[in-house]
C-alpha cells in the first residue's frame, strides 16, 4: 500500500480546517476530516488518475467545501503539499514543492 505523508504545514492547514468548520457548527469539522480522508483513500487507489501539472503536482477538489489536495507522488509515496482553500491566494503553496523527501 502506498504510504502518504503530510508536510508539516499541509498539516496544519487540515487542522485549522477542521478546528474552523468544527467552531460553525459542531460536527461539520469531522465531516470535513471525513471528507478528506476518503478523498486520500481514493487517492492512494488511484494516484494517477487526476492531471499532472506542469508543476508536478496533482490536484482534486472536495464535493463539499471549498477545497483542494495538492498532491505529488514520489518513490510510492503520495506526499499532500496543501489542503487549500478554493478562494485562498492561487498556488500560494507553490514555495513548498522545493522540500526534499529523503530528509
Request: glycine share 2%; net charge negative.
Amino acid at each position: 500500500m502506498m504510504e502518504v505523508l503530510f508536510l508539516e504545514e499541509a498539516e496544519i492547514e487540515l487542522s485549522e480546517a477542521v478546528a474552523y468548520y468544527e467552531n460553525i457548527c459542531q460536527g461539520l469539522g469531522l465531516d470535513f476530516s471525513n471528507e478528506v480522508k476518503t478523498l486520500i483513500i481514493r487517492l492512494i487507489e488511484m494516484p494517477f488518475l487526476w492531471v499532472l501539472r506542469d508543476d508536478g503536482t496533482r490536484r482534486v477538489s472536495t464535493k463539499k467545501f471549498p477545497y483542494q489536495i495538492v498532491y505529488c507522488v514520489i518513490n510510492d509515496v503520495l506526499w499532500i503539499i496543501a489542503v487549500a482553500h478554493h478562494k485562498r491566494f492561487p498556488e500560494y503553496w507553490k514555495e513548498r514543492l522545493s522540500f526534499n523527501p529523503m530528509h
